[in-house]
């Protein structure tokens, strides 16, 4: 069975940072990109970053210079450095795993990030 448990969210303040990971089971992670995406209230879930298997990254315009992703194969945990948190990045950040080798697509539960002061 497969699963990503997302970890680290909470509360933090305008300027502030946090990092928040997740870990995957049940699937070889070192084959799989793995995004971050972010759904605030009444907005429609969006791509913050994404890692290849290479570790090549990618990022969302509104993010790029702030966040930061990683990945620790070893671990087949995610991360997620976020950075120069402002109010607008208050939502519910969720990770998600694919592969072309595998025709399904698995995300977690989410991780509540909250900037506030």
């Known amino acids: 069975q497969v699963q990503l448990v997302e970890s680290g969210g909470g509360v933090v303040q305008p300027g502030g940072s946090l990092r928040i990971a997740c870990t995957a089971s049940?699937?070889?992670?070192?084959?799989?990109?793995m995004g971050w995406y972010r759904q605030a209230p009444g907005k429609q879930r969006e791509l913050v970053s994404h890692?290849?298997?290479?570790?090549?990254?990618q990022y969302a315009d509104f993010v790029r210079g702030r966040f930061f992703i990683s990945r620790d194969n070893a671990r087949n945990t995610v991360y997620l450095q976020l950075n120069s948190l402002k109010p607008e990045d208050t939502a519910v950040y969720y990770c998600?795993?694919?592969?072309?080798?595998?025709?399904?697509?698995?995300w977690g539960q989410g991780t509540q990030v909250t900037v506030s002061s």
């Open positions: 890692i290849t298997s290479g570790g090549n990254t």
């Open positions: 049940g699937i070889q992670f070192s084959l799989y990109g």
């Open positions: 998600k795993a694919e592969s072309r080798a595998d025709p399904d697509t698995y």
